[in-house]
């Protein structure tokens, strides 16, 4: 359910990167072809609340389905593959859950979705072939500093909502099991 949620949420990203690219095509196509908005904010967020595998590529799917943007399922199997190389950083402490090295872990992920939406623009074909190579890498470098600015932004949303008393997977009930008395 917390996926489905996070997914709507993302979606709103998806259509303002559908208006966004009508806007960015014309006049800067290098940062179009997908626009640059954290529309995979909430794979990230979903790993961090739930920690289970494959919950950002669920939540990438449903925000894909909703939005009508498949590059959040490409971006969110970049995040599902962060999450499962830096599962170390995600690993339960008794110390706080969302600590360095989750934030750490967060803006890794958000560069790793940045990069799925700067490769996504190889794939539009009349922008690979019009646009000059180093217009494309520079979009490509803009989209992965967004990224890990909008890791930074979901790590704190996820850690907002947690503290607010949202705790999709139960993650402070096991976290307190685990302390010795």
């Known amino acids: 359910m917390a996926c489905v949620v996070l997914a709507a949420a993302s979606a709103v990203f998806v259509w303002l990167a559908i208006v966004l690219n009508s806007v960015?095509?014309?006049t800067i196509p290098w940062l179009a072809y997908p626009a640059p908005t954290p529309f995979f904010w909430?794979?990230?967020?979903a790993v961090l609340l739930i920690r289970r595998p494959g919950v950002a590529t669920l939540t990438g799917f449903a925000t894909a389905l909703i939005g009508f943007g498949a590059t959040a399922l490409f971006a969110a199997l970049f995040i599902e593959l962060v999450a499962f190389l830096g599962k170390n950083l995600l690993r339960q402490t008794d110390k706080e859950l969302f600590g360095?090295?989750?934030?750490?872990w967060s803006l890794i992920a958000g560069a790793t979705a940045g990069l799925s939406?700067?490769?996504s623009l190889f794939m539009v074909s009349t922008a690979r072939e019009t646009l000059?190579?180093?217009?494309?890498l520079v979009g490509i470098a803009i989209k992965?500093?967004?990224g890990v600015v909008y890791g930074a932004l979901s790590f704190l949303v996820a850690r907002k909502i947690f503290h607010s008393g949202v705790d999709p997977q139960g993650l402070a009930a096991s976290s307190r099991a685990k302390r010795p008395a």
Do not use: F
């Not at 909430?42 to 967020?45: E, H, L, Q, R, W």
């Not at 360095?100 to 750490?104: D, G, I, K």
């Not at 000059?132 to 494309?136: K, Q, T, V």
């Open 24 to 26: 960015l095509s014309g």
């Open 42 to 45: 909430g794979s990230i967020a």
């Open 100 to 104: 360095r090295p989750v934030l750490m």
């Open 117 to 119: 939406q700067g490769l």
């Open 132 to 136: 000059d190579l180093n217009l494309i």
């Open 144 to 146: 992965i500093a967004l």
